[in-house]
DNA sequence: ATTCTATTTAATAGCTCTATTAAATATCGA
DNA sequence: TCGATATTTAATAGAGCTATTAAATAGAAT
């Protein structure tokens, strides 16, 4: 049974783990500062998680399954394939949204460290790998009506995610040299939404 | 008169560092290492350039210059504005492939390293706003002509930079989810780039 | 050959970081 | 209350890192 002080110590640093890690990526971010955040003792945060790499992973597991969570609308036969992909493409939006800081996270860490995207990719691929198939099998039968120009499922999820991450991934860059607003910044998120879905729904016409 | 024993003892550190920088970005990159790459002594590399910092920023301003060198294909009233976006497009794209690791090193530090940004901004944009007001006189034109349905500069450069940066940001990630050959990247970077060019033109259309 | 300067080296100060340990303290059940 | 267990703390080992220093070496100029 557990019993600390005040409220959960465990949690607070994982908390406070979170914000750190989103916000300078692993390397940038040491214990003590986790620690101080989390307003508790240094050893604790390696008597919890043993090693620093053992917390990130927590936190990085439950980013990256959040982040691949958004699927294709499959349900639904009264939605047109166009129709469900403008609702993929939004709901995708809105995560990333929702949880900016998680693309740079990923890049960053996935690109320094081969290891970690080794583990992560033998999950994930494989566990979406069947719900590509069933998306592809589905453009391919739009292509053949003649709806879609011809092309494969992998360009239009480049494109997506290009789309997508982008604005996210130099949020920092734009708000420094334009100096806009976080008013402002929500405006021109809300707007780039819509431009999105328009740009993708119109590279789809054949 | 400088007089090494062999080669540019200095340029091989530049060298060195570049590739790890590139790499790791600056906080995983050790003098240590960039010392060992370049073939001297630890100590040459702050003999040479003092601090870690100041070689750093030798080196990503000079691959800031090469990435904002691209600016709109102004010149040559022969050809139309949407043949001059085609050629911005893929002179853009071309330098991002040639230097596929830029994007990473820059969205890695800026993120991390407010100073740097507001520094790095200061210099570039003052250069480059009139451009920009030139080339978005000229599309406010072709809105007017009804060639392009309306909208703003930045949407189509938000537009552009997306589609052109990700692929290579995602690099190493596709790389090792995929299993891709050197060859088959290519292609498919050949690929995207008339892709991407289809697309933006596309998204221009009233 | 000698002197002067530039380059290179080994050594190390001083710092921060991760992780561990032993001791102290708090909490629970009996 | 008491003992067992969980939590917390201070201290520190051990490693790596940046930057400096003093001494050694090489090359050019006189």
Redesign the interface.
């Known amino acids: 049974m557990k019993h600390n002080k005040e409220g959960n110590t465990e949690q607070q640093i994982l908390e406070a783990a979170e914000t750190l890690f989103l916000e ?2 692993f ?2 971010t040491s214990t003590t500062e986790i620690a101080k955040v989390a307003g508790c003792n240094q050893a604790l945060v390696h008597y919890y998680f043993r090693t620093k790499e053992n917390l990130f992973e927590a936190i990085f597991e439950k980013k990256a399954r959040l982040f691949f969570s958004v699927i294709f609308q499959n349900e639904g036969a009264d939605r047109s394939f166009e129709q469900r992909l403008k609702e993929t493409i939004e709901a995708h939006f809105d995560i990333v949204a929702a949880n900016s800081k998680i693309p ?1 996270l ?3 860490e ?3 460290n ?1 290891q970690r ?2 583990t992560l ?1 033998e999950e994930f ?1 494989s566990a979406r790998e069947e719900a590509f198939r069933k998306v592809e099998q589905e453009l391919q039968a739009e292509i053949k009506k003649g709806t879609i120009r011809p092309m494969e499922l992998i ?1 239009l999820l ?2 997506v ?3 997508n ?3 996210f ?2 949020k ?2 734009i708000k ?2 334009t100096n806009i607003s976080d008013e402002d910044f929500q405006k021109l998120i809300a ?2 939404k819509q ?1 999105n879905v ?2 993708i729904l ?2 789809l ?1 054949p």
């Open positions: 300078k990526g390397a940038l740079f990923f890049i960053n996935l690109t320094t081969q995207l080794i990719s691929v360009d480049i494109t995610i290009s789309l991450l982008t604005l991934l130099v920092p860059i420094v040299i707007h780039r431009e328009k740009i119109n590279s016409k």
